[in-house]
């Protein structure tokens, strides 16, 4: 059984940090494209981040390029992701992913989600 279970998430200023943490079981880590997405009241979950499963290639939406950076950590089975210059924009429910492919966005599997708050 897959899960993913993200953590990190909070209220924090705009121009603040978080660092949202994705535990990863029950999957082949190691050969799994990991990501990250989002979904703001009333809008469609989006895509902002993925990392392929040699943690080399990664891949962001525009939005978030330079402020946000993702990473895997092979040994913990944990992804990733590293919010800087916060904006209220940004306030969302991010949810953790895994699946084949990071460059194709295509995922499978998804966490609960956890909510970042970025007040102005």
């Known amino acids: 059984q897959v899960q993913l279970v993200e953590s990190g998430g909070g209220l924090v200023q705009a121009g603040g940090s978080l660092r949202l943490s994705c535990a990863a079981s029950?999957?082949?880590?190691?050969?799994?494209?990991m990501g990250w997405f989002r979904q703001a009241p009333g809008k469609e979950r989006e895509f902002v981040a993925a990392?392929?499963?040699?943690?080399?290639?990664?891949y962001y939406t525009n939005s978030v390029k330079g402020r946000f950076t993702i990473s895997r950590d092979k040994a913990e089975k944990r992804v990733y992701l590293q919010m800087n210059s916060l904006k209220p924009e940004d306030t969302a429910v991010y949810y953790c992913?895994?699946?084949?492919?990071?460059?194709?966005?295509?995922?499978?599997?998804w966490g609960q989600g956890t909510q970042v708050t970025v007040s102005s």
């Open positions: 992913a895994a699946g084949k492919s990071a460059s194709q966005k295509e995922f499978s599997y």
């Open positions: 029950g999957l082949s880590f190691s050969s799994s494209a």
């Open positions: 990392v392929a499963w040699n943690g080399v290639a990664t």
